[in-house]
């Protein structure tokens, strides 16, 4: 696919070009299969015949409370992990992409640490770190198992993502730009208000919307420090698959995470096309 006044792009024909539509329709596949098997099983009737289709775990879901208030917990849980994730990915990337040279190539290779290391080993050692300093009354006790405690593990899980997109942007601009405004006193809050942000804003959209999607159907951190009283989608989905009846409601739910998820990525998207026919 080239894109409209691109004349660059190079047509793809031959074995590779069978070899990669081969590659992207068995993809399409792999993700089209279980999602119509989950659609089907979310009209399934818990209470019927087996086969017979109902809208009742949909109906039952939209009109449960614990469901629509699970929903809206996650929802704002990954919004602030956005919102934080992209705020402390900001100053990494500057340093990662414009600072460079050691301390850039190390912090690099931190992020890249951080990406690939578990999480589960992560939120164990926090969930232990926790109880020691509330227990020296450094921290409260409300923390432990807690939102605050989710919104904490989200934001790690997720930052390295932001960190990395906004560094590949940030890498983007002219380095003469930038040296020619260091070179009239700007200083480095200056490089990322008046010209980073400015040139690199889609970017900074689309890690923000990135690690939304990410963290809103995330069910490590939910199982390991939720609590009834914030409980998310994906605790919700837990209680409903342990149950005998509960596959369709949890199906139901699936998809809405799906849908949640796919939308601040389809707004974007349509956005930029709207803005790049302009």
Known sequence: MTASGDNTALPLRGPLAGLAWTSLLLQVAIFAAPLALVLWLSLL????????????????????PQARAALF???????LTALGATLLATPLAFLIAVRGRVLGRVALGFVIVMWFFDPGLRILGW???FKDLAMLEILPASILGGFVAELIASVHAWLPLGILVLALAFG????????????????SITLLRRILWPLCHRA????????????????????????????QASEWLQRALESETGWPYAAAMLILMLV???????????????KARR
């Open 45 to 64: 009737a818990a209470t019927e015949a087996p086969g017979d289709l109902s809208l009742t775990a949909w109906t039952s879901l939209l009109a449960s």
């Open 73 to 79: 917990s996650s929802i704002l849980l990954a919004a």
């Open 127 to 129: 969930m232990q770190a």
């Open 172 to 187: 983007q601009v002219d380095t003469e730009l930038l040296r020619t405004a260091r070179e009239c006193g700007a200083t």
């Open 204 to 231: 900074v959209a689309l890690s923000a919307v990135l690690v939304f999607s990410g963290a809103i159907g995330s069910f490590l951190e939910p199982r390991l420090l939720g609590t009834g009283e914030f409980e």
């Open 260 to 274: 949640l998820a796919a939308l601040p990525l389809v707004a974007l998207t349509l956005l930029h096309q709207r």
